[in-house]
C-alpha cells in the first residue's frame, strides 16, 4: 500500500471488528433440540457470527455439521452475508472446500446451514499445538488452498477472511485434506469491501488482511493470495510476518513494512519456497502472483528437479520432420531396385540371343559370372544330336551384383550361316529358358 493511504487506513483501522468474538449464553440451550429432521447432540466450534453442532436426522442416521447464526446478529445485515456464505459453498462444490448440504430457517433460532461433518482440526489448533511444520507439508497444505481458492476466484468469488481459523485439516484414505470454510463475507471480485460493513465497521482478520483490505478499495483474488502467503509464513515459522499489538500500529506496518525473510529463522528452509511466501507479501497487487493456479504451480516446482519440470513448448522437436527423410530414402531404394532390374532383363535377352547363334563368336562373360567354354560348331546331324550340345542358360543369384561394365558387346550375328543351319526344336526351348530364366529374376529380385 502507497504511503498517501496511510491516513485512510488508520481512519478505518479503530473501527476493524474481528470475525471472532465472545459467544452469548443461550447456545447450552440447543442441545437436544430439534432443527428441523436433526436432533442437536453437541457444540463443536463457535466464532463471531455463529456456532456449529453436530446433529443427526432422525429418520436416517446421517450426521452433518448445523452452523446457526448468532441470534444477536439477526437485526443487522449478518444473515444476508450468512445466506451468501451457504450460496457460495453450495456454487463451489469443491473437493476442498466444504459441502453444503441445505440452507433453513427456524422460527426460534433463526437460520441455520446443513453441511457435511468433518473430522479433525482447524489449522490454528494444529499450529498452537504443533508449532511449525515441515517444508513438504506446508507445500502440500497450500497446495490444496490455492486450488480451492483458485476454483473460487475463477467463479467470481472471493474469500476476503482466509486464516489459519478457516482452514480444516482431516483425513481421506491416509492422506492429510484440506477443507476450506466460511466464506461468510466472501463476495464477487466487482465489489468492494465496503459493501460488507456494518455500522462503519469492516469485517475480517486484521492480521491477515491484505494492504488493500486496510485501505477499504475495491479487492480481488490478489487479496486472498496475499492472506495465503501470511498463512504459509506462520505455517513455517509459527509466527506472523507483520505483527502489533495495536490495530493503528499495525495499519502502520502493513503499509509501510515489507515482510522479512523466514530464512533469518528457519535456514533450513529451501530458498525457493521463501521466495515464494515474500512474493504473496508484496505490498503492490501487481507484484504477486497473477493467480492462484500460477501460486499453486510454483510451489509445485519447489525441489523439483530443473530436467523433471515441463520445457517450453518450442523446446521440443517436431516428429514431423523426420518423415520425409524416410519416405525419399525408401523412394532411392525403390528406383536403384527397378534400375538394377531393368539392366537385369535386358542383359539376360541379349544372352540368350548371342547363345543361339550357330557360329563361334567369342566367349561371353557378363554379370560377375565364369567365361563359357567356346562353342563347339553345330554339325549337321540330326536335331536331336545338337540339342545335347546346347547349355542351358546360367541361373543368375540375385545377390550378384550386375558388371555392366565388363560385358563386350554382342557380335553381330551371321545371317548366312544361321539361314543354312536348320531350324531345330531346342534353340526355341533355349529362349524359352533364357525367358523363363528372366522371370524367376525378376521375382527373386
Known amino acids: 500500500m502507497d504511503g498517501h493511504l496511510l491516513d485512510s487506513v488508520l481512519a478505518v483501522a479503530p473501527t476493524v471488528t474481528p470475525t471472532v468474538g465472545p459467544r452469548s449464553e443461550v447456545i447450552l440451550d440447543l442441545v437436544g433440540r430439534k432443527l428441523g429432521k436433526y436432533v442437536v447432540r453437541e457444540l463443536i466450534g463457535q466464532g463471531g457470527m455463529a456456532t ?10 446421517g450426521v452433518v455439521a448445523i452452523k446457526l447464526l448468532d441470534a444477536r446478529l439477526l437485526d443487522g445485515d449478518a444473515p444476508e452475508r450468512f445466506l451468501r456464505e451457504a450460496r457460495v459453498s453450495a456454487q463451489l462444490n469443491h473437493d476442498h472446500v466444504v459441502k453444503v448440504i441445505d440452507f433453513a430457517r427456524d422460527p426460534e433460532f433463526g437460520s441455520y446451514i446443513i453441511m457435511e461433518r468433518l473430522t479433525g482440526h482447524p489449522l490454528d489448533r494444529v499450529l498452537a499445538s504443533q508449532g511449525p511444520l ?23 468469488i472471493v474469500h476476503r477472511d482466509l486464516k489459519p481459523g478457516n482452514v480444516f485439516l482431516t483425513r481421506a484414505l491416509g492422506t492429510e485434506v484440506v477443507k476450506v470454510v466460511d466464506f461468510g463475507i466472501a463476495g464477487v471480485s466487482a465489489e468492494r469491501t465496503t459493501l460488507l460493513t ?27 493470495i496475499y492472506s495465503l502467503g501470511v498463512v504459509m509464513f506462520e505455517m513455517l515459522t509459527g509466527r506472523l510476518p507483520i505483527a502489533a499489538g495495536a490495530l493503528t500500529e499495525m495499519a502502520k506496518k502493513v503499509a509501510l513494512m515489507e515482510a522479512p525473510s523466514m530464512l533469518t529463522v528457519r535456514p533450513d528452509l529451501s530458498p525457493e519456497l521463501d521466495a515464494i511466501v515474500l512474493r504473496c507479501l508484496r505490498k503492490h497487487r501487481s507484484e504477486r502472483f497473477a493467480s492462484m493456479r500460477e501460486l499453486a ?10 530436467t523433471s519440470r515441463v520445457p517450453p513448448a518450442a523446446s521440443i522437436p517436431a516428429p514431423a520432420r523426420i518423415a520425409p527423410v524416410e519416405k525419399n530414402h525408401k523412394l532411392v531404394v525403390a528406383t536403384v531396385g527397378g534400375l538394377i532390374a531393368l539392366v537385369a532383363l535386358l542383359a539376360i535377352g541379349l544372352t540368350g540371343l548371342h547363345r543361339s547363334k550357330p557360329t563361334e563368336s567369342a566367349p561371353t562373360q557378363g554379370f560377375g559370372l565364369a567365361p563359357t567354354p567356346p562353342t563347339t560348331p553345330l554339325s549337321t546331324s540330326p536335331p536331336t544330336t545338337a540339342s545335347s550340345e546346347v547349355t542351358p542358360p546360367p541361373t543368375i543369384s540375385a545377390s550378384v551384383p550386375p558388371a555392366l ?34 522371370g524367376i529374376y525378376t521375382e527373386k529380385w
Do not use: C
Not at 456449529?52 to 429418520?59: C, D, G, L, Q
Not at 515441515?134 to 467470481?156: K, N, S, T
Not at 469492516?202 to 490478489?222: C, K, N, R
Not at 558387346?409 to 523363363?436: D, E, H, L, R, Y
Open 52 to 61: 456449529v453442532w453436530s446433529a443427526v436426522h432422525e429418520e436416517l442416521g
Open 198 to 224: 456494518r455500522s462503519g465497521a469492516m469485517f475480517g482478520t486484521p492480521l491477515y488482511m491484505s494492504p488493500e483490505q486496510w485501505d477499504g478499495v475495491q479487492v480481488g483474488p490478489a487479496s486472498d
Open 405 to 438: 561394365a565388363t560385358t563386350p558387346p554382342p557380335a553381330k550375328p551371321n545371317v548366312a550361316a544361321a539361314a543354312a543351319a536348320p531350324t531345330s526344336k531346342p534353340a526355341s526351348k533355349t529362349k524359352a529358358n533364357g525367358t523363363s530364366t528372366a
Open 297 to 306: 504451480e510454483a510451489l509445485r516446482n519447489v525441489g523439483a528437479p530443473r
Open 134 to 156: 515441515e517444508e513438504r507439508r506446508v507445500i502440500a497444505l497450500a497446495m490444496q488452498i490455492a486450488d480451492a481458492l483458485g476454483a473460487a476466484h475463477e467463479a467470481g
